[in-house]
């Protein structure tokens, strides 16, 4: 079993910044890649960004030029640096991490950009 820990979701102004961490723990070797997810009311969940085991990051192009993920060096934590944040970039965002057909998600944290 793995278990996610998810923190940095807030409320923030339209061009602000914020920072989410997850920290994984449990059965967590050989993960294959782990990222952020975002689920806004009555819309699918979708993916933000993610980096994979070596590092090679793929993001979503809402979010190119603005957001960052990046890995711990501990492997077993990600982040994920959102800068220029927009009204639409409300929503919950759920770490995932990915073990090839098998993922695993946290609980979600809230982030509410206002206008």
């Known amino acids: 079993q793995v278990h996610l820990v998810e923190s940095g979701g807030d409320l923030v102004q339209a061009g602000g910044s914020l920072r989410l961490s997850c920290v994984a723990s449990?059965?967590?070797?050989?993960?294959?890649?782990m990222g952020w997810y975002r689920q806004a009311p009555g819309k699918q969940r979708e993916l933000v960004a993610a980096i994979s085991r070596g590092g090679t990051p793929n993001y979503a192009d809402f979010v190119k030029g603005r957001f960052t993920v990046s890995r711990g060096n501990a492997q077993n934590t990600v982040y994920l640096q959102m800068n220029s944040l927009k009204p639409e970039d409300t929503a919950v965002y759920y770490c995932?991490?990915?073990?090839?057909?098998?993922?695993?998600w946290g609980q979600g944290t809230q982030v509410t950009v206002s206008a």
């Open positions: 995932n991490v990915n073990f090839g057909a098998l993922n695993f």
């Open positions: 449990g059965f967590i070797s050989n993960i294959n890649a």
